[in-house]
């Protein structure tokens, strides 16, 4: 079974940064694409980012292209994402998403996986 453990979140300032981790452990071949996703209070779950394992494509929520980026430790089997320029509407629970297929668009745009982490909260606040 694949599980994935993010950690990393925190209280920063608008303007700070911080860089998140997502560890998969059990079958970390099963997944084929990965992401990054957000949750807000009242709103609905968005894909932030997310990640071919295959090619490296990837695809960037409006709202945060420019600021975030993904990247990956295949060693470690972590997916991080590093978060500049925080905004004050980027408060969310943050968590790591996978999907069997090699789909960003599925991933993020669709919101479909198999896979997903608890999350960890990330709170930009001054």
């Known amino acids: 079974q694949l599980q994935f453990v993010e950690s990393g979140g925190g209280l920063v300032q608008p303007g700070g940064s911080l860089r998140l981790s997502c560890a998969a452990s059990g079958f970390t071949s099963d997944y084929n694409a990965i992401g990054w996703f957000r949750q807000a209070p009242g709103k609905e779950s968005e894909g932030v980012v997310c990640?071919?394992?295959?090619?490296?494509?990837?695809y960037y929520a409006d709202s945060v292209k420019g600021r975030f980026t993904i990247s990956r430790d295949n060693a470690k089997n972590t997916v991080y994402l590093q978060m500049n320029s925080l905004k004050a509407e980027d408060t969310a629970i943050y968590y790591c998403?996978?999907?069997?297929?090699?789909?960003?668009?599925?991933?993020?745009?669709?919101?479909?996986?198999?896979?997903w982490g608890q999350g960890t909260q990330v709170t930009v606040s001054s």
């Open positions: 998403a996978a999907d069997r297929l090699d789909s960003v668009f599925r991933l993020c745009v669709l919101g479909r996986y198999d896979y």
């Open positions: 990640l071919s394992m295959s090619d490296g494509s990837t």
